[in-house]
């Protein structure tokens, strides 16, 4: 039985940053990632962020991750597990994780479940050929791997992960066909919709994929238009001859282990499905499991930085590690998760949360 005082689930920039800042506190942290290497969804993030200098703005993900996974490597107070599969939190307080191939068992006196969120995908005549990716499996192919996925790519889903990725692929070399998008307006950002624009990418609102063809791989696809009740407008089909299509459709926080650990859970489209109820310091209605980043809403890694900050901070002081500048440091990385989401952008998220925060959000 191997005892910790905080148990951190996921190495995401959430993890990463509620791990360093409660063990900067003093506490002891046992940071588990199922991965062979941290940095979760920052290590293939080439784009720079926006925000404030706090929250690394101008800078790029995958140099955020190095700087924080050094940051954590450095800290005497946090124990780094990759490789960690957590298999599941009992009633009793025990974890299980299989660890480097071997059966282990960990009694926290607190959890930080910050496993971040899945791919969704699509339904569509032939969508199992070859050639056809989620986006981060697209971002992890070019900026991890350095492998170019297709000579030419349709983009399905115009939000930000949409419309940034079609860049980046535009930057390898790779044609970018065009983005196809149901709604009747972009969601993501205008700076970077309009860069596509300004290199001649066609972006198709109102239009959905509705099959796609090949034998042994992709080799085109149809697309269509869709009326104001979103149905496909009979003869407004389009063939687009493609050997790549990239599906960036949202994603799903990945809650497995709060259903397992009996936390109360409620349905809010705007965060991306179900999620943790939780107050304004994260923690859910489990006594001893707080959260942090995509598990509890799907946002900006921006986001996620501040609230595992938050959550590693609170969990701290909760078990006798409160800095002297706790109060200052807190209150501080509250006012950067409001301004982070103060933005007609984030008028979606907002709406999301004031279904599942049990206290407002300050």
């Known amino acids: 039985m191997i005892t910790t005082e905080i148990l951190v689930i996921g190495a995401g920039p959430a993890g990463l ?17 199922r991965a062979d290497r941290l940095g979760g969804q920052l290590i293939k993030q080439t784009h720079k962020f926006f925000g404030s200098k706090a929250e690394f703005a101008g800078e790029r993900g995958m140099d955020i991750a190095e700087k924080l996974i050094s940051q954590s490597s450095d800290i005497s107070g946090i124990t780094i597990w990759k490789n960690a599969v957590v298999l599941g939190i009992y009633p009793d307080g025990v974890v299980t994780v ?39 499996a697209v971002q992890t192919l070019m900026n991890v791997h350095g492998v170019i996925p297709a000579k030419r790519i349709l983009m399905i889903g115009a939000g930000n ?27 993501g950002y205008r700076v970077h919709a309009a860069k596509l624009q300004r290199h001649g990418v066609p972006i198709y609102t109102s239009h959905s994929i509705q099959s796609a063809h090949g034998d ?13 009740q979103w149905q496909p407008i009979a003869g407004s089909e389009q063939y687009i001859a ?7 459709v949202g994603l799903s926080p990945l809650t497995e282990l709060l259903w397992q650990a009996n936390c109360e859970m409620k349905f809010a489209a705007e965060l991306g499905g179900y999620v943790p109820m939780r107050d304004a310091n ?23 930085m501040v609230e595992g900050k938050l959550a590693g901070l609170y969990v701290a002081s909760v078990l006798g590690h409160k800095k002297d500048s706790f109060t200052d ?3 501080i990385a509250k ?28």
């Not at 301004?339 to 049990?358: D, E, F, H, N």
């Open 17 to 33: 940053m509620a791990a360093i800042h409660a063990a900067e506190a003093g506490a002891k942290v046992l940071l588990v990632e």
């Open 98 to 136: 299989s660890h480097e191939g071997e059966f282990c068992t960990v009694r926290p006196k607190k959890i930080i479940i910050a496993t971040g969120a899945s791919e969704k995908t699509m339904a569509f005549p032939n969508n199992d050929l070859p050639g056809i990716y989620g986006a981060g």
């Open 161 to 187: 992960i949409g419309v940034i990725v079609a860049y980046q692929l535009l930057q390898a070399g790779v044609e970018v066909a065009g983005i196809v998008e149901a709604a009747p307006q972009v969601g």
């Open 216 to 228: 042994s791989c992709l080799e085109g696809v149809t697309i269509c238009q869709l009326d104001e």
């Open 242 to 248: 493609v050997d790549g299509l990239c599906l960036a």
């Open 282 to 304: 994260m923690k859910t209605t489990h006594e001893d499991i707080y959260v942090a980043g995509d598990v509890s809403g799907v946002e900006e890694a921006s986001a996620a």
């Open 329 to 331: 440091e807190f209150q």
């Open 335 to 362: 006012s950067q998760l409001s301004a982070l989401r103060s933005g007609p952008a984030s008028v979606k998220i907002c709406t999301g949360l004031s279904k599942v925060v049990l206290e407002e959000v300050g």
